[in-house]
Structures are given as C-alpha cells and as structure tokens.
C-alpha cells in the first residue's frame, strides 16, 4: 500500500515507464487524490460505460476521454504514454495488463464481473494487447485486482455451472453448503486466473492483488455489502511520457 492509503500498487507491473494499482475506497471516492498519488492525469484518464460484455477498446493519444466515456465496453488498451486507462469495481475482478520489453509498450485495463468473464473479455483483452504489442500472450503480465471473494459470492446453481463451464474449471466454484442454504460460492479472481492462462499467459506472470471487497469493509467498496448507493473502487494503468 502506498503511503497515501489510496491504492494497492502492482508490483509486477510497475516496472520501468509503467505505473499501475487498484484503488481503495478512498481512492475511488477522490479520483484527483488517486491521479497525483500516482502520477498520472486526471483530465487524460479513459474510462467507458460497463456493461458486462467483451468489446474492447483501444484508446489513442489524441481520443478525448469524455467521449470515450459514452461507448459501451469492458475494457481498454493503449500504446500511447501519457493515457491513463480505468476500470470501475464495487465487487467485480479488474484485471491490468502490461506488454514486456523488446517490443513497444502496450497496456489494457479489464472489468471482469461474472458475465463478462463468461462472454470471453479478458481473453479479447489479452488478445488485442498482444496483437498491437506484436508479441506471445504468453509475454504479458496481468495482475488481478480485489474482487469479490469465493468466501461471499454466493450465486444460483445456474450461474455457478455457467461460469465454471467458460473457464473450463470446476474449482472456481465453492460449495458451502447448509450454513449458506446449500448454494454454491464461486470464486471470480480464480475465474480470471484461468481466463488469463487458458488465453496464453504464464502462471509467473499472474499477480493477485489485494483482499476480498465484501470482507474488507474498512478498505473496500462493495456492492453485496453496501448495495446499489455504493462507491466504486478504480483500478488504472498508465505509461509515463519519459
């Protein structure tokens, strides 16, 4: 955590020109304060309008971000330094991505909640960033970001198979039994870990940061505790200018 409190840094990431981290409530509630802790511009900061699909959308140096603000997507790429990416998250799994030295520098900013890691997001994020990077996927680092935990993502038995069934692993869900009415738990950041490595990355690659939103009541934002008044946490990455 930074001394400013505001976000949980991606130590894997934030290497070289690149600076990326997920916020917490605090930063999410202070966008500016979040911006000059690190570094980057808020008037150059790109977000979209979630909406739990897989369009990505690759963001150039001269787009203008409040027009950007109005199309529909679930994540964002961009080569150009200076362009600070966003996603926002009150109990959905952000995912950051970063290319790797020789090639040129490319990031990408994810919003994974449960249908858009069923329609296959965070493998089109993956796969744009490649594309323009001109690299393997299995070249990328990612870093999965706080998220809703397996521990109180209780959901119907439909949702569980279905989401088990696009990640092609039956261990995303937690079965929990009489305590939660026998519904079954799962658990998204496992759900984007295999995303990520069923799209190309390396295990080694695969960063998990920070704590379960609906358990970290002091430090989190989340929808399933806080219900529909609630903040959002942003997860950004960005490339330094030089």
């Known amino acids: 955590m930074v001394s400013s409190e ?17 916020s917490t409530r605090g930063g999410g509630d202070d966008p500016l304060a979040l911006a000059r802790a690190a570094g980057f511009s808020l008037e150059r900061l790109f977000m979209v309008t979630q909406v739990h699909g897989a369009r990505v959308v690759e963001v150039g140096a001269d787009d203008d971000p409040s027009a950007l603000r109005a199309q529909a997507a679930d994540a964002l790429v961009t080569r150009a330094p200076g362009v600070a990416l966003a996603v926002r998250t009150a109990d959905c799994v952000p995912v950051l991505l ?46 999965i970001g706080p998220a809703i935990g397996g521990c109180c993502f209780e959901v119907d038995a439909g949702v569980a198979e279905t989401l088990a069934a696009a990640v092609g692993r039956r261990e995303v869900v937690v079965e929990r039994g009489a305590g939660a009415e026998g519904k079954p738990h799962v658990d998204l950041v496992r759900a984007a870990r295999w995303s990520l490595l069923g ?17 970290a009541a002091s430090l989190l934002h989340s929808y399933r505790r806080e219900g529909q ?13 030089g």
């Open 6 to 22: 505001l976000y949980f840094p991606s130590r894997s990431l934030s290497t070289g020109a690149v600076v990326a981290g997920f």
């Open 229 to 241: 008044g609630r903040g959002r946490q942003l997860s950004f990455v960005w490339m330094s200018p």
């Open 98 to 143: 970063s290319s790797a030295p020789p090639g040129p520098q490319v990031v990408a900013a994810v919003h994974g909640g449960w249908r858009g890691i069923v329609a296959g997001v965070i493998q089109a994020a993956v796969a744009l960033t490649a594309e323009i990077a001109g690299a393997p996927a299995a070249t990328l680092r990612a870093a």
């Open 199 to 215: 799209a190309g990355l390396d295990r080694d690659r695969v960063e998990v940061v920070g704590p379960c939103t609906r358990c």
